[in-house]
């Protein structure tokens, strides 16, 4: 039976997860490779697939209203369309433009002249067309995207984890950081990265985005247990905070 064929496109992104998706061991990539033909990949190969493509790969966010004829018509040629990474999944650090409008962001990247590029507010893929599967983070896990693509090319869930990083975080036996007197986000983002970042001596910032239902309360618990407000939550978290909201329900 041939193989689907996958291309890989990208809109507003540092290209991180795209590169990410090139550096894998010798054992992932083959693992993929069994199961994709990939016949179009701009940082990788030359080829172009001239549109004949089964699977769709985006990486990055709409920053653009001219870009969006161009990603329907992506949409509308692959059967699956997968995003790669909090750009294209929650609009990621792009988003952080949403807090100004925007003439104070032209203004600020373009103070010679504001008007000379087209810009818009960063929006999500799914924001704009119906996305079949997604891999978060920022950048991916490595292992995640192959066994994502693997397991929908097979037919399977694609077993991106509902729950939060804590629970990561606790079978690493981390002490938590809120015990130093440091703030995360781990109790309502979405855990799979291994908890990488309190496992390294740091804190979750929320690249993965919020689980579906999150513990809205027990975040709210947290915060007043350690006397932290919502301003100096926001503050921290603004990163990724835009398409976060909902962690912080009381703007108080
Ligand atoms: S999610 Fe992060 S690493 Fe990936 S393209 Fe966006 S900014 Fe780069
Ligand atoms: S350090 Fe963060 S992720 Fe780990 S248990 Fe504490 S709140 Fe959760
Ligand atoms: S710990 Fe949080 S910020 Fe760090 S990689 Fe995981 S989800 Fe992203």
Do not use: W
Request: some cysteine; charged content about 25%.
């Amino acid at each position: 039976m041939a193989k689907p064929k996958v291309a890989f496109f990208d809109f507003s992104s540092c290209e991180g997860c795209q590169l990410c998706a090139l550096d894998l061991t010798p054992e992932q990539l083959l693992d993929l490779l069994n199961v994709i033909d990939i016949v179009e990949f701009r940082e990788a190969i030359s080829e172009n697939s001239n549109g004949n493509y089964d699977i769709a790969i985006v990486e990055g966010s709409i920053t653009r209203d001219s870009d969006i004829p161009r990603l329907k018509k992506i949409r509308e040629t692959a059967k699956i369309l997968i995003t790669l990474g909090a750009c294209s999944t929650i609009a990621g650090i792009n988003a952080l433009k949403n807090f100004q409008t925007k003439e104070e962001y032209q203004q600020d990247v373009y103070p010679d002249d504001p008007g000379k590029y087209e810009t818009a507010e960063a929006r999500a893929i799914h924001e704009i067309v119906e996305v079949d599967a997604f891999i978060p983070g920022c950048p991916i896990d490595t292992g995640e995207f192959v066994r994502v693509v693997k397991n929908l090319v097979l037919g399977k869930d694609p077993a991106i984890p509902t729950y939060p990083v804590c629970v990561e975080c606790k079978k690493n036996e981390n002490v938590c950081v809120y015990e130093k007197g440091i703030q995360c986000l781990g109790p309502v983002i979405r855990a799979g990265c291994n908890a990488r970042c309190p496992s390294n001596g740091g804190y979750c910032f929320g690249c993965r985005g919020v689980i579906p239902e999150p513990n809205l309360n027990s975040q709210q618990d947290i915060m007043q247990k350690y006397d932290l407000t919502f301003e100096q939550m926001k503050e921290k978290f603004k990163l990724f905070l835009e398409r976060n909201k909902e962690v912080f329900p009381n703007d108080k």
